[in-house]
Antibody, heavy 120, light 108 residues
Framework: QLQLQESGPGLVKPSETLSLTCTVSGGSISSSSYYWGWIRQPPGKGLEWIGSIYYSGSTYYNPSLKSRVTISVDTSKNQFSLKLSSVTAADTAVYYC????????????WGQGTTVTVSS | DIQMTQSPSTLSASVGDRVTITCRASQSISSWLAWYQQKPGKAPKLLIYKASSLESGVPSRFSGSGSGTEFTLTISSLQPDDFATYYCQQYNSYSTFTFGPGTKVDIK
């Protein structure tokens, strides 16, 4: 049973880089059946897709965040990571990682989410 | 970019009611649409993928339909556990995703 767990600092200063890692268990991140994605949700607001990565390293980003986002994968650790640079208060959100099925192109397993606050 | 809209934004209903939520895409997305349920403080849960396929383990009272630009999520008989916010999500050929703004289903 696939499980995902986000980890990283809960507080980031403005203008710095937010870094989060998602650890995948119960399955291989090198599976050809999945992409791996990051999604965020500001307080009281809706869901925003940040970007996705395939185990091969191919990446896809939300155009509105593309200039600040880097997603990478570490197959040896069964992890993928998010870096968001030059953060502002508007980046305060719950950040989720999720598996994205190739077949249905939908997010079938989600991490529990981690709250990141941008504040000095 | 493909924009997604949902209607209504809020829906008040009673247990046993038939509930329908509509999602519209700004251009055709074929059947690349999914529906999620989210409860406060929890991660979203996948209900429907490819517009009308029921995710394993999801009760059969949930169903999805549509293609192209207009889609619906129907709950045939609303249960107490179904009061939540529902999001649609599209996937397009540029390998990007967009979520709709959400529909909150609350108790009438």
């Amino acid at each position: 049973q696939l499980q995902l767990q986000e980890s990283g600092p809960g507080l980031v200063k403005p203008s710095e880089t937010l870094s989060l890692t998602c650890t995948v268990s119960g399955g291989s991140i090198s599976s050809s059946s999945y992409y791996w994605g990051w999604i965020r949700q500001p307080p009281g607001k809706g869901l925003e897709w940040i970007g996705s990565i395939y185990y091969s390293g191919s990446t896809y980003y939300n155009p509105s965040l593309k200039s600040r986002v880097t997603i990478s994968v570490d197959t040896s650790k069964n992890q993928f990571s998010l870096k968001l640079s030059s953060v502002t208060a508007a980046d305060t959100a719950v950040y989720y990682c999720a598996s994205i099925t190739i077949f249905g192109v939908s997010m079938d397993v989600w991490g529990q989410g981690t709250t990141v606050t941008v504040s000095s | 970019d493909i924009q997604m809209t949902q209607s209504p934004s809020t829906l008040s209903a009673s247990v046993g009611d038939r509930v329908t939520i509509t999602c519209r895409a700004s251009q055709s997305i074929s059947s690349w649409l999914a529906w999620y349920q989210q409860k406060p403080g929890k991660a979203p849960k996948l209900l429907i993928y490819k517009a009308s396929s029921l995710e394993s383990g999801v009760p059969s009272r949930f169903s999805g339909s549509g293609s192209g630009t207009e889609f619906t999520l129907t709950i045939s008989s609303l249960q107490p556990d179904d009061f939540a916010t529902y999001y649609c999500q599209q996937y397009n050929s540029y390998s990007t995703f967009t979520f709709g703004p959400g529909t909150k289903v609350d108790i009438k």
